[in-house]
């Protein structure tokens, strides 16, 4: 009996894998699915620039500066939770060189400091809070080093992968290993203040650096304004552009032979390419304030703001990353708690009720049971609804069975098997006849398409218009912003 029920098994799941479309062009990684799930994250920066009230430390701080009078990782984490934050990267050193952890690589760090006696650790204590609230954690160690006095030789190369290894050690699993490219040239560099050039395209020895990465933190997402696994959306306003795809292929600048991180100069990154060489999201980071460190004289975005920065990021296939600033106590300011917790409420609220949930729906084509379009309403994006494979333009009916009144449509594909729709449209069923509501191109992992008032039908019909392959959409929604 027993070997009766495994060939049955073996046999349905070889029928179901048969029956699966072929991936199309470049694929996400296991690391990058897992990043696609988490959206909306955070960027913590506090070191003693939040006391110097800087955006770039020199280098040349007093480490007694970094003297936070009240610090408390529970406050801040439980403040970007409220916020939906799903994940938090600590930039565990910034450009001023001051290192948040007790690191055996350079002086000057937090046992300088009189923070918990000099026995503290920051980025313990953050990555403690982050993981007891169920978030997951990443690091930022900055590569340019205005207080080392070896910032430009080789030795210096040796310290900054020293304390790379030294977080993908001591602070479990992470979800990003995020570096930037950044570098003014001047700096205290261990008294010698003085302008320090290095050549950008050599200097860190990125294909060696990042192998570390992948060895010690294999699911790190390694995110820089060339990948590798996530792109840098080109501009730190906190959106993506209109037409977005997953796709990038980094290209050297005119006169280089290599592409590495510091270019970013790269006109495509806030669309991407289409049918680019690699899957490499884009993350659009933007500090809630105006600035990623604290200023007693800023304020934090709206809620409002805050939501549409959402829909122009995570609704167009890429991640939010919210820079999040502690004040000198060591806590987010209470208008960041509110702006925060009014901010995840608009999400949460908005998206609680998919309107289309119970509808019933039809598709010109599905490719068999399996590949049903009602796997667009299950509300699982492992599921998913498929054409047959010579079938490249499709049109779904939604039937909300009464009228129903909405102003956001939900669509995601099923990106495992890559980025497929290239052109789709809305219509709304009005006055006994079909409206076009939206022209669309991408779609990738999620697209939130915000109509400018609402509108209230019966019926809705999406009609994917242009595709290389067979079709794949994993889920569909409508909503009613609330707050
Ligand atoms: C940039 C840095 O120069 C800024 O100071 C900040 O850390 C931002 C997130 O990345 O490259």
């Given at each position: 009996m027993k070997w009766i029920t495994i060939l049955l098994l073996s046999v349905s799941i070889l029928v179901k894998a048969q029956n699966a479309p072929k991936p199309y062009g470049a694929l996400p990684s296991k690391r990058q699915l897992a990043w696609h799930d988490i959206e909306v994250y955070g960027l913590i920066h506090f070191t003693p620039t939040t006391f110097e009230n800087k955006e770039w430390g020199f280098g040349d701080a007093d480490p007694k500066t970094f003297n936070p009078t009240d610090f408390n990782a529970e406050q801040i984490i439980k403040a970007a939770k409220a916020g939906g934050l799903r994940g938090i990267i600590l930039v565990a050193k910034h450009h001023d060189g001051f290192a948040l952890w007790p690191t055996k690589t350079t002086a000057y760090n937090i046992m300088q400091s009189p923070f918990r006696g000099g026995k503290g650790d920051l980025v313990k204590e953050i990555e403690q809070a982050v993981r007891k609230n169920g978030l997951s954690f990443g690091v930022y160690c900055s590569p340019w080093d205005r207080n080392n006095a070896k910032y430009g030789t080789p030795e210096y190369l040796a310290i900054y992968q020293a304390q790379l290894k030294e977080l993908y050690s001591n602070y479990g699993s992470l979800f990003m290993s995020w570096h930037d490219g950044a570098n003014g040239g001047d700096g205290y560099y261990g008294g010698a203040k003085e302008k320090r050039s290095i050549d950008n395209t050599t200097y860190y020895d990125w294909n060696n650096t990042w192998a570390i990465t992948r060895k010690m933190q294999p699911m790190a997402n390694i995110f820089s304004d060339i990948g590798l696994?996530?792109?840098?959306?080109?501009?730190?306003?906190?959106?993506?552009?209109?037409?977005?795809?997953?796709?990038?292929?980094?290209?050297?600048?005119?006169?280089?032979?290599?592409?590495?991180?510091?270019?970013?100069?790269?006109?495509?990154?806030?669309?991407?390419?289409?049918?680019?060489?690699?899957?490499?999201?884009?993350?659009?980071?933007?500090?809630?304030?105006?600035?990623?460190?604290?200023?007693?004289?800023?304020?934090?975005?709206?809620?409002?703001?805050?939501?549409?920065?959402?829909?122009?990021?995570?609704?167009?296939?890429?991640?939010?990353?919210?820079?999040?600033?502690?004040?000198?106590?060591?806590?987010?300011?209470?208008?960041?708690?509110?702006?925060?917790?009014?901010?995840?409420?608009?999400?949460?609220?908005?998206?609680?009720?998919?309107?289309?949930?119970?509808?019933?729906?039809?598709?010109?084509?599905?490719?068999?049971?399996?590949?049903?379009?009602?796997?667009?309403?299950?509300?699982?994006?492992?599921?998913?609804?498929?054409?047959?494979?010579?079938?490249?333009?499709?049109?779904?009916?939604?039937?909300?069975?009464?009228?129903?009144?909405?102003?956001?449509?939900?669509?995601?594909?099923?990106?495992?098997?890559g980025q497929r729709i290239e052109a789709y449209n809305i219509e709304i069923f009005e006055n006994n006849s079909w409206k076009k509501v939206f022209d669309g191109t991408s779609i990738g992992a999620k697209r939130l398409i915000k109509l400018e008032t609402p509108v209230s039908t019966t019926k809705v019909r999406v009609n994917i218009t242009k595709s290389p392959v067979c079709i794949t959409l994993s889920e569909f929604g409508i909503y009613k912003k609330r707050d």
């Open positions: 696994d996530i792109r840098w959306v080109g501009n730190e306003d906190g959106n993506a552009a209109e037409t977005s795809w997953e796709t990038f292929t980094p290209l050297p600048p005119e006169g280089k032979n290599v592409a590495v991180p510091g270019q970013a100069n790269y006109p495509q990154s806030p669309m991407g390419i289409r049918n680019g060489k690699f899957w490499m999201p884009a993350e659009c980071d933007v500090p809630l304030r105006k600035g990623w460190f604290y200023h007693p004289t800023e304020k934090p975005k709206t809620p409002e703001t805050l939501f549409d920065l959402y829909l122009k990021s995570v609704g167009r296939g890429a991640g939010l990353d919210l820079g999040l600033a502690p004040d000198t106590r060591g806590q987010l300011h209470e208008d960041d708690v509110a702006a925060l917790k009014a901010f995840g409420d608009m999400v949460a609220h908005t998206f609680a009720n998919n309107l289309a949930k119970t509808a019933q729906i039809t598709a010109s084509n599905s490719r068999g049971k399996t590949y049903g379009v009602s796997k667009i309403l299950d509300a699982n994006r492992n599921s998913y609804w498929a054409t047959k494979d010579d079938v490249r333009t499709a049109s779904i009916e939604i039937d909300l069975k009464a009228t129903k009144t909405f102003d956001i449509i939900s669509l995601q594909e099923y990106i495992p098997l």
